[in-house]
């Protein structure tokens, strides 16, 4: 199963977040309708096996509780829970401080999320990615410009393997564009021996820590050997893991081509609303009759109108301002702007010129026959145009059968055109 776990911070990083965090905590505050937390749970919730969430950070026990009622409840399909760190421990502190809630159940994957992005979560794209490399960590990476890639971790990575050579957390000099975008997939049996060696080699020499408070860029030496290796529980994700799992060779990134920002500042919760709003709202679509079906590859501008009882195949395209009723368009076809089809069926890859009108006569319900009497001769009353049939633009084809290949450029009327 995969656990999950939402690293959430704490009232004093969200200094940025001002004045709005003054009010609400930063991970509650509502974009697109929701709190910015809710949207990652959302993308959780698209991951099967996923029983349990937990909300890592440092704000008092009662800032979550209301957001998880509801959550609960919106959620059934998985616990969550908010567990508190008793101060800042940092990316990997809280994981490890954790570690036996954590583990509980066994879960044999962990999705780390920093609460602070939005984007679309590909999650499912992740596991499969996990999955397909026999992975021990997958990271989520966007590319962004030159410029703004040292404000984050910077992967270096092999494009062919997917394969994470080089994690630099925010370099001085320009290392890579591929950027982590604080979304994790771990292997449990080996993050959590990561974090464990990274504290012992802590323990081992001392070092410098710039952390918890980077805002201010206070630094502060953190002690050796540390008998009761509770005060020293400081540890970053970024900076004492991430860097030495790139040297093991199962740690990959998926690179997502969708949006993907960071809320830090107050201001940039407006970019996250709007991306978040869009995603939510399907693009325009066409004026559809019911019933109707269309293939999911079949592309139909959002100003045709069709329906009723029609059905679009695969990779058709339908154009502007196109009328389709009563028909079948079979794959590959192309309907052209403003064309007309009626009580007609368009044969594989055949096109329907622009202000084109391709139609047979309604069949009186309760007929079982498919041709009518027409100036007193039996036609066809539905018009059928075979596989790759060409129809010019503004030219009328009123009911006939059209044998395939044929390129109709002029009206035709009750006819077998062969
Ligand atoms: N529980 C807990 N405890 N959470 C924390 C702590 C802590 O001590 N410190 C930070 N977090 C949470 C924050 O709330 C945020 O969701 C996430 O962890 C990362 O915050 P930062 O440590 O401030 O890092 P950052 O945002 O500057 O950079 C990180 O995210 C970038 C993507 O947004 C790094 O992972 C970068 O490499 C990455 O590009
Ligand atoms: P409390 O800890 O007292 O609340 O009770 P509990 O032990 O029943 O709760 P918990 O949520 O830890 O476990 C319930 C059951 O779900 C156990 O059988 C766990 O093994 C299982 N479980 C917990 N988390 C996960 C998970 O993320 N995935 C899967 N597949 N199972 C889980």
Same mark, same amino acid.
């Not at 990083?13 to 809710?38: C, M, Q, Y």
């Given at each position: 199963?995969?656990?999950?776990?939402i690293?959430?911070?704490?009232?004093?990083?969200?200094?940025?977040?001002?004045?709005?965090?003054?009010?609400?905590?930063?991970?509650?505050?509502?974009?697109?309708?929701?709190?910015?937390?809710?949207?990652?749970?959302?993308?959780i919730?698209?991951?099967?096996?996923?029983?349990?969430?937990?909300?890592?950070?440092?704000?008092?026990?009662?800032?979550?509780?209301?957001?998880?009622?509801?959550?609960?409840?919106?959620?059934?399909?998985?616990?969550?829970?908010?567990?508190?760190?008793?101060?800042?421990?940092?990316?990997?502190?809280?994981?490890?401080?954790?570690?036996?809630?954590?583990?509980?159940?066994?879960?044999?994957?962990?999705?780390?999320?920093?609460?602070?992005?939005?984007?679309?979560?590909?999650?499912?794209?992740?596991?499969?990615?996990?999955?397909?490399?026999?992975?021990?960590?997958?990271?989520?990476?966007?590319?962004?410009?030159n410029?703004?890639?040292?404000?984050?971790?910077c992967?270096v990575?092999?494009?062919?393997?997917?394969?994470?050579?080089?994690?630099?957390?925010k370099?001085?000099?320009?290392?890579?564009?591929?950027?982590?975008c604080?979304?994790?997939?771990?292997?449990?049996?080996?993050?959590?021996?990561?974090?464990?060696?990274?504290?012992?080699?802590?323990?081992?020499?001392?070092?410098?820590?710039?952390?918890?408070?980077?805002?201010?860029?206070?630094?502060?030496?953190?002690?050796?050997?540390d008998?009761?290796?509770?005060?020293?529980?400081?540890?970053?994700?970024?900076?004492?893991?991430?860097?030495?799992?790139?040297?093991?060779?199962?740690?990959?990134?998926?690179?997502?081509?969708?949006?993907?920002?960071?809320?830090?500042?107050?201001?940039?919760?407006?970019?996250?609303?709007?991306?978040?709003?869009?995603k939510?709202?399907?693009?325009?679509?066409?004026?559809?009759?019911?019933?109707v079906?269309?293939?999911?590859?079949?592309?139909?501008?959002?100003?045709?109108k069709?329906?009723?009882?029609?059905? %679009? =195949?695969?990779?058709?395209? #339908? /154009? @502007?301002? &196109? $009328?389709?009723?009563?028909s079948?368009?079979?794959?590959?076809?192309?309907?052209?702007?403003?064309?007309?089809?009626?009580?007609?069926? %368009? =044969?594989w890859s055949?096109? #329907? /010129? @622009?202000? &084109? $009108?391709?139609?047979?006569?309604?069949?009186?319900?309760?007929?079982?026959?498919?041709?009518?009497?027409?100036?007193?001769?039996?036609?066809?009353?539905?018009?059928?145009?075979?596989?790759?049939?060409?129809?010019?633009?503004?030219?009328?084809?009123?009911?006939?059968?059209?044998?395939?290949?044929?390129?109709?450029?002029?009206?035709?009327?009750?006819?077998?055109?062969?």
């Amino acid at each position: 199963s995969t656990k999950a776990v939402i690293l959430v911070g704490g009232p004093s990083r969200g200094t940025r977040f001002r004045p709005l965090s003054l009010d609400v905590p930063k991970p509650l505050f509502e974009v697109a309708g929701h709190p910015i937390i809710n949207h990652c749970l959302k993308a959780i919730a698209k991951v099967e096996d996923v029983r349990e969430v937990i909300l890592i950070g440092y704000y008092d026990e009662t800032v979550f509780r209301d957001f998880i009622k509801d959550a609960s409840t919106e959620f059934p399909q998985f616990r969550i829970q908010y567990l508190r760190e008793y101060t800042a421990l940092g990316t990997a502190g809280g994981l490890y401080h954790f570690r036996d809630a954590i583990l509980k159940g066994k879960p044999e994957r962990l999705l780390v999320l920093n609460a602070d992005v939005c984007c679309s979560f590909p999650l499912g794209e992740m596991l499969r990615l996990f999955e397909e490399k026999d992975a021990e960590a997958v990271i989520l990476g966007t590319r962004v410009t030159n410029e703004a890639a040292s404000n984050f971790g910077c992967l270096v990575s092999d494009s062919h393997t997917k394969r994470v050579l080089h994690y630099v957390e925010k370099p001085e000099s320009h290392i890579s564009n591929l950027i982590n975008c604080g979304v994790y997939l771990f292997a449990t049996e080996c993050i959590f021996p990561a974090i464990r060696s990274a504290i012992k080699r802590r323990t081992t020499r001392p070092r410098l820590l710039s952390y918890p408070s980077s805002d201010n860029l206070e630094s502060s030496f953190v002690a050796g050997d540390d008998e009761d290796g509770e005060k020293n529980e400081v540890l970053r994700l970024e900076q004492d893991i991430l860097s030495d799992l790139a040297d093991s060779n199962r740690f990959f990134v998926h690179e997502t081509k969708d949006f993907w920002r960071q809320i830090k500042t107050a201001g940039s919760a407006v970019p996250a609303n709007a991306l978040y709003l869009q995603k939510a709202s399907p693009p325009p679509s066409a004026t559809i009759v019911p019933p109707v079906y269309i293939h999911p590859s079949a592309t139909v501008d959002p100003t045709a109108k069709l329906g009723p009882n029609v059905s %679009i =195949g695969a990779r058709v395209v #339908v /154009g @502007a301002g &196109a $009328r389709i009723k009563d028909s079948i368009v079979l794959e590959d076809s192309e309907i052209r702007h403003d064309a007309c089809v009626m009580h007609s069926i %368009i =044969g594989w890859s055949s096109r #329907v /010129g @622009a202000w &084109a $009108r391709v139609e047979g006569t309604p069949i009186p319900i309760g007929t079982h026959s498919t041709s009518i009497i027409k100036q007193g001769v039996k036609v066809q009353s539905i018009t059928i145009l075979g596989k790759e049939c060409g129809v010019g633009d503004e030219v009328r084809v009123q009911n006939c059968v059209c044998l395939p290949y044929k390129e109709l450029k002029r009206d035709v009327a009750n006819e077998v055109i062969m």
